[in-house]
Nanobody, 121 residues
Framework: QVQLVESGGGLVQAGGSLRLSCAAS????????MGWYRQAPGKQRELVAT???????SYTDSVKGRFTISRDNAKNTVYLQMNSLKPEDTAIYYC???????????????WGQGTQVTVSS
């Protein structure tokens, strides 16, 4: 079994910063692309940022210049540093990872349980 466990959400004032972490654990052979998604109340889940195993990153336009995604391959952990937060960043943030489990020839897409980020104005 593979699990993604997120941490780091919370309440912050506009202009503040938060750092999210997501650790993959379990029977893992390798972890491919990792990413963060978010879902605000009444809205669809949207992609925030991704990072490949080689470190290539991509961001949705609304967070470019404010958020930074990074990863520690030795720890199978992905991070999202969020600066200059705005009220519109308020959402549940979900970690996502493409994982090749041990004793498997197929990669599986896993999700974390979500962590709430609330930005007050």
């Amino acid at each position: 079994q593979v699990q993604l466990v997120e941490s780091g959400g919370g309440l912050v004032q506009a202009g503040g910063s938060l750092r999210l972490s997501c650790a993959a654990s379990g029977s893992i052979f390798s972890v491919n692309t990792m990413g963060w998604y978010r879902q605000a109340p009444g809205k669809q889940r949207e992609l925030v940022a991704t990072i490949t195993g080689g470190g290539s990153t991509s961001y949705t336009d609304s967070v470019k210049g404010r958020f930074t995604i990074s990863r520690d391959n030795a720890k199978n952990t992905v991070y999202l540093q969020m600066n200059s937060l705005k009220p519109e960043d308020t959402a549940i943030y979900y970690c996502n990872a493409g994982v090749l489990p041990t004793h498997s020839v197929y990669a599986i897409n896993y999700w974390g349980q979500g962590t709430q980020v609330t930005v007050s104005s």
